[in-house]
């Protein structure tokens, strides 16, 4: 009764621990997105700018050159910036499968380790009911936080 006890505690504090990471992540995820637009936003007014910059430099071009170089250079400009924004990608494909594969791997394992150990470990043995508690821990702690980072997003 005191070993169905100690795993059901176990279990409860792990589940509270998994919890309180998830809520960690959501905390730090929010700072972090908010970092990210103050970067996009000081980068999109750097790319402003540069924009006016070259924009007055066109206008000082002569008449002449102007004409050509608003036929010529707008369609060339937006080229350029076609095959410049189709160079910048999130990340590697293989980079991203091995970030996906990471979660699943890791909690396959936890719960393939969980279930050997319950099985080597003699019944009476002292030390088993330490393993056995603690990677109960580990694995509900990995199971609610990991799994819970992914719960659907809200709209908007």
């Known amino acids: 009764m005191e070993e169905l006890l100690g795993l059901g505690a176990s279990a409860l504090s792990g589940g509270l621990f998994g919890l309180l990471g998830n809520v960690a992540t959501k905390i730090f995820g929010f700072f972090e997105r908010k970092q990210e637009l103050a970067a996009r936003r000081e980068e ?32 060339s400009g937006l080229a350029a910036s076609a095959q410049a924004e189709a160079r910048v990608g ?45 990677l109960v821990f580990a694995a509900v702690t990995a199971i609610v936080w990991w799994f819970g980072d992914r719960a659907p997003k809200r709209a908007g």
């Open 90 to 134: 999130r990340s590697y494909k293989w980079v991203d499968a091995v970030r996906a594969l990471v979660r699943p791997a890791l909690t396959v394992g936890l719960m393939g380790f969980l279930a050997t150990a319950a099985l080597v470990l003699e019944p009476g043995d002292i030390d088993r009911a330490f393993v056995v508690e603690s």
């Open 44 to 75: 999109w007014g750097h790319e402003l700018s540069l924009q006016r910059l070259q924009m007055e430099a066109r206008r000082a071009e002569t008449e002449q050159e102007l004409a050509i170089a608003q036929a010529q250079g707008s369609w």
